[in-house]
């Protein structure tokens, strides 16, 4: 199966679309059950789907809404202030600069942000378990801080998006943070944790969910949405998050897949719990460039 890719990013790349090995799925679902920091929907966050939303052409910046109330109803930030792999991440968020062409500068409190991010992620067993696979898979260092340093390449390493200005961009601000390209386009924002403080402060615009088809309605407690949404008065007409996981799950998962291969892209469809995912992983040199889920089935509907 041939599939033209939709995220924004995706520069018209098409690529065939694999199905996960029985070692790479059980892989994936080990670190979905080792994630004991993921958040329990109608717990601790409860979101409100409301209606789906409409086709918006690329390039276009109406989009009707079809979803008046937030998508975040509630969620438990004392919880996520307890956990310090989710304080060190919303430290990050602010670090960046959203345009492309605008060169980012590091500031050495900011590299120690990242530093405490990795560092607190590696304590955790999601970690732990997807360094051991991936040095069985011989494509990582045994010795934890190479690995960490290996993480901070992939993920922080800045690099030349928009080839006019400096080194602009990085693959954590482009997945968990979002930028905009020329003021015209949404890229990235592909993290739950962001979506909700954005649109805590106003900042975005939840328009509705997006569903293949009726059959694959979503439930207010899938861990999975593909949706739609405005930003800094822009359309993004399909985006797509995990809800509730931890960033340390994210970016164990993501960095599985971005060392899988060396392709510019690479698409896996994988069955994680009960959710039939297609995983895409872009690369940027020894980085990431962009990386996102999206959703394809749940809940078994059409397995």
């Known amino acids: 199966m041939e599939l033209k890719p939709k995220d924004a990013s995706d520069h018209g790349v098409i690529t065939k679309v694999q199905q996960a090995t029985q070692d790479l799925t059980e892989v994936?679902?080990?670190?979905?059950?080792?994630?004991?920091?993921?958040?329990?929907?109608?717990?601790?966050?409860?979101?409100?789907?409301?209606?789906?939303?409409?086709?918006v052409p690329q390039g276009s910046n109406y989009a009707r809404d079809l979803a008046r109330a937030p998508l975040f109803k509630y969620v438990n930030e004392d919880k996520l202030r307890s956990i310090e792999t989710y304080l060190h991440f919303v430290n990050l968020l602010d670090n960046y600069e959203s345009s492309t062409g605008v060169?980012?500068?590091?500031?050495?409190?900011?590299?120690?942000?990242?530093?405490?991010?990795i560092n607190s992620?590696?304590?955790?067993?999601?970690?732990?378990?997807?360094h051991k696979y991936l040095?069985?898979?011989?494509?990582?260092?045994s010795d934890p801080e190479q690995?960490?340093?290996?993480?901070?390449?992939?993920?922080?390493?800045?690099?030349?998006?928009?080839?006019?200005g400096g080194e602009d961009s990085c693959g954590f601000e482009h997945v968990f943070v979002g930028e905009t390209k020329f003021g015209q386009e949404i890229m990235g924002l592909h993290n739950w944790v962001q979506f909700y403080l954005l649109e805590k402060h106003g900042h975005v615009d939840y328009k509705g969910y997006k569903a293949r088809d009726r059959k694959n309605t979503p439930d207010e407690d899938d861990h999975v949405l593909n949706l739609q949404f405005s930003w800094k008065g822009l359309v993004k007409p399909l985006g797509s998050c995990f809800l509730g996981v931890s960033p340390?799950?994210?970016?164990?998962?993501?960095?599985?897949?971005?060392?899988?291969?060396?392709?510019?892209?690479?698409?896996?469809?994988v069955k994680v719990d009960e959710y039939v995912l297609e995983l895409v992983v872009y690369r940027h040199g020894r980085s990431i460039g962009t990386s996102f889920p999206k959703l394809l089935s749940s809940n078994h509907k059409d397995l």
Do not use: C
Request: avoid cysteine.
């Open 28 to 55: 994936l679902n080990q670190i979905w059950r080792l994630d004991t920091n993921r958040l329990k929907p109608g717990t601790d966050y409860i979101i409100s789907l409301q209606g789906s939303a409409g086709f």
């Open 248 to 269: 340390e799950f994210e970016v164990a998962l993501f960095t599985i897949i971005f060392l899988m291969s060396n392709e510019k892209k690479t698409s896996v469809v």
């Open 121 to 130: 992620m590696m304590e955790t067993d999601v970690m732990k378990h997807a």
């Open 103 to 117: 060169s980012e500068r590091v500031t050495s409190e900011e590299l120690q942000e990242n530093r405490l991010f």
């Open 135 to 141: 040095v069985r898979k011989r494509q990582s260092p």
């Open 147 to 164: 690995f960490k340093k290996q993480l901070y390449d992939i993920w922080f390493r800045l690099y030349h998006r928009d080839k006019s």
